[in-house]
């Protein structure tokens, strides 16, 4: 029996076009793509940021006048999805530790919830800064 | 004949539970501090500065930077475990990583100390 599961034919590929992830997949490859963007830019942006706007008033408006450029705008907004994203999949996953919502209809909606919650979020915080 | 049980090297249940002590602090931090924001808005350079220099807000800030770093060097660890195969270059990039980390981390005091 064992020898007839091991023998039996699974349909394997590692095509990313081809890959369809499940929703919690998907939530949680974004966690995983949010997260490294966060550490590979967005934790030296954030330095940068702080060292520029604490330093002096000078620096202060200079921060202040750049958060007028569209292009300025647009990576804060990336960054703020990012962090949402990953701050709300991060909340998904606490609870599932503390066996909260594992089974698999409430881990679909929570997945779901995820997303939308750090998409609009970001769609609203996004309107407000520009 | 010792009887040994193999289970590994001991770090990933500590890790585990840094990962998730950590995002509760950054947690925690992100709702005081957009408070804070809503509450001094719109903000000028004086209250942004005092902001952090209070006293309580300068550690409850280097807290929240400590563990985002400690945070995401687990986390780029688990990422570059998975797809880095050669172990050479993996270790690399992980003394790359905490190098950038620690010096994050040194930068970080610098600022809110000299702020």
């Known amino acids: 029996m064992a020898q007839v599961s091991m023998t039996k034919k699974r349909p394997k590929h590692l095509d990313l076009m081809k890959i369809r992830l499940p929703l919690p ?9 949010s997260g490294a963007a966060l550490f590979l830019i967005g934790i030296p942006f954030l330095l940068a940021v702080m060292n520029c706007s604490l330093a002096n008033q000078d620096g202060f408006d200079r921060w202040k006048a750049s958060i007028g450029n569209p292009l300025v705008k647009v990576i804060l907004i990336g960054f703020l999805w ?17 066996h909260k919502g594992i089974d698999l209809p409430t881990a679909r909606l929570t997945s779901k919830l995820v997303l939308i919650a750090s998409i609009a979020l970001t769609l609203i915080l996004g309107a407000w800064l520009w | 004949m010792v009887k040994r049980v193999v289970v590994g090297a001991h770090y990933g249940l500590r890790d585990w ?12 931090f992100t709702i005081i501090f957009v408070a804070a924001l809503i509450r001094h808005s719109p903000m000028g350079y004086g209250e ?27 986390g780029v660890r688990d990422i570059l475990m998975d797809y880095i195969q050669p172990t050479g270059i993996r270790l690399f990039l992980e003394v790359l990583v905490i190098l950038a980390l620690v010096g994050y981390g040194i930068w970080t005091i610098s600022i809110l100390w000299s702020a």
């Open chain 2, 17 to 28: 539970l840094a990962q998730r002590v950590t995002a509760v602090v950054m947690v925690v």
């Open chain 2, 48 to 74: 942004w500065k005092a902001l952090f220099t209070h006293g309580a807000m300068r550690v409850l800030t280097l807290l929240f930077f400590l563990s985002l770093f400690y945070h995401a060097w687990i």
């Open chain 1, 25 to 33: 997949g998907i939530v949680s490859i974004l966690h995983r793509v």
């Open chain 1, 82 to 98: 990012a962090y949402l994203h990953h701050f709300f999949a991060g909340l998904r996953y606490l609870a599932l530790d503390l």
